[in-house]
């Protein structure tokens, strides 16, 4: 059987790479409810060395961060973009996350849109997509 390659491209190598190079993240949609994925994965990968910002307009803090409206209002710079958006919302997010400087944009499950994939590949960012940040270090680096 041949395996088929993701729409992104990367390999394990690739993703391991960028999991152990970007350590800054940024998780647009971030939710303070425990139940959603968003934070389960904010608090996950805390707990594994890594600096969370979260980026959602209807909350001050979330996970004991200060919480931006947009990534554009982060004052500090962003590695990576977590997206937990709906896709209609990405190409903004993405336009963003450019704007920033962020040198790689993740597309949860369920937040690929094509259009804002292709507009980061082109504007020189790593982009992954179908693909969740948590079970890839957990697949790729164990829980440790």
């Not at 152990?20 to 594994?48: C, F, N, W």
């Not at 910002?53 to 982060?74: C, H």
């Not at 996350?97 to 504007?123: C, L, M, P, S």
Request: with cysteine; glycine share 4%.
């Amino acid at each position: 059987m041949v395996k088929k390659m993701p729409v992104d491209r990367l390999t394990d190598d690739d993703i391991k790479e960028i999991l152990t190079k970007y350590k800054r993240i940024a998780v647009v949609g971030l939710s303070p409810k425990p139940e959603r994925d968003s934070y389960q994965v904010a608090k996950y990968l805390m707990e594994h060395g890594y600096e969370i910002i979260p980026v959602n307009p209807r909350y001050e803090e979330v996970l004991g961060k200060k919480s931006y409206p947009s990534l554009l209002d982060v004052p500090e710079e962003i590695d990576i973009v977590d997206i937990f958006r709906r896709p209609e919302f990405t190409g903004e997010i993405v336009e963003q996350a450019i704007k920033k400087g962020a040198k790689v944009v993740w597309f949860q499950f369920k937040t690929y849109n094509r259009d804002a994939f292709k507009k980061a590949k082109e504007a020189g960012l790593i982009a992954v997509a179908h693909r969740c940040i948590k079970k890839e270090h957990e697949r790729l680096f164990g829980n440790d």
